[in-house]
């Protein structure tokens, strides 16, 4: 019998990642709660740096083979080895992703079937109690065939992009076999719960922030011309970077004096650049690539307004809270969000920031100068923005409730 503490392997897309500061703080916090971790991460990281709070993380990390027939030779081990310890379980595994594999097309699913293998065999000698994973793609694949190898129970946290793009049997099926589920919006756990036609409860947990730390960076100023509004995100199309750029036209059209900053990297980088002169905002834009986040903190500094554009995107694919909204409205940088998804759970118009509709440069426009210059407003928002995320995204006490969920599910 093993006497080890019982471990929680954690199934991760990459680690560490520069825009997934909510996972590595949610590590960090289990650990602290007490919980031993192992991660498991599908691929090594892709920058070349990282925030410092993962500097804290004590866990473990094994990297599973990211490219299937360049590493078809590091795979064929771990598979045989996995085959000859719990033989029923490989083979009912493989057979749920040959079912899979014919309702999707997709040769993915199999390198998903070989990494879990290679996940079991690498976790023999820990005494892995339960696995988690992030995202309910990828990770969740690769989580919900290793639990079908070794026995041990798998949930999942779903997130944005991985449920709205994701196909919805497929998704089910996940859901089904997991021991729980828990997503991080109301919306979110709304769609899901929809989605299984009410046969599974599924946990809502905001992802939550630290608090102490933003409340320590407090910005504190009256704005001037020119207004200094920034945005931190992944340029993607569900970020509605184009509008933001279409509202600030409308602004330097009408003479209104500001500076924009864009924080942040993505596919789309090369087309809002393009946009930028194409709309003549050159003099007014900065685009500020990727940032740590002791950067971003100085920028938010000078920062009079936040705002985001967020919008469903042709794939689908939807924000569910970004956590920036969260921390921009404790460091008392004033918000304005769009009405999608989960941001108006955070977000109350007029009340802890600005709600605009989505594609709307317009009203988008007018929001932006109104966040500026209506002292009052400012005055009534800001206070009652730390209040809000005091009492519904305090991460120590999101992380609790997250712990108390896994500890009254699993073995951990």
Known sequence: MNTAKPVMGMVLKGYPRISETFISNEIRLLEEEGLTVHIFSMRAPRENFTHKSVQAIKARVTYLPSEFWANLHRFLWPNLSAAILHPGGYARSFALACRRFMRNRNFLTFKHFFQAAYLVHHARDLNMAHLHAHFAHSPTSVAMFASEICGVPFSFTAHAKDIYTSDAAQ??????????????????????????????????????????????????????????????????????????????????????????????????????????????????????????????????????????????????????????????????????????????????????????????????????????????????????????????????????????????????
């Open 171 to 412: 998704l089910a099926e996940k859901i089904d076999k997991a021991r729980f589920v828990v997503t991080c919006t109301k919306y979110n756990k709304a769609f899901l719960e929809n989605l299984v036609g009410g046969r599974r409860e599924i946990h809502c947990v905001y992802h939550g922030i630290d608090l102490e730390l933003f409340f320590a960076h407090a910005v504190e100023h009256t704005p001037q011309p020119p207004y200094t509004f920034l945005t931190i995100a992944r340029i993607v199309e569900k970020k509605g970077i184009p509008d933001i750029l279409a509202a600030l036209a409308v602004l330097a059209r009408e003479g209104f004096p500001f500076r924009y900053v864009l924080i942040g990297s993505g596919d789309d980088k090369e087309a809002v650049r393009a946009r930028v002169r194409e709309l003549g905002l050159e003099n007014h834009v900065e685009l500020a690539g990727t940032m740590t986040h002791e950067q971003v903190l100085e920028r938010f500094q000078h920062a009079d307004c936040f705002v985001l554009g967020c919008k469903v995107a042709s794939s689908g694919d939807r924000d569910g809270i970004p956590n920036v909204i969260a921390e921009s409205m404790a460091l008392g940088v004033p918000v304005i969000g769009t009405r999608v998804s989960g941001i108006p759970e955070l977000v109350d118009h007029e009340e802890t920031g600005l709600l605009v509709d989505a594609a709307n440069p317009r009203e988008l426009a007018d929001a932006l100068k109104r966040i500026v210059t209506d002292l009052p407003l400012r005055q009534r928002v800001i206070p009652a923005a730390r209040q809000r995320v005091t009492d519904v995204f305090d991460n120590r006490k999101l992380i609790r409730e997250l712990v108390a969920l896994y500890r009254d599910l699993t073995r951990l």
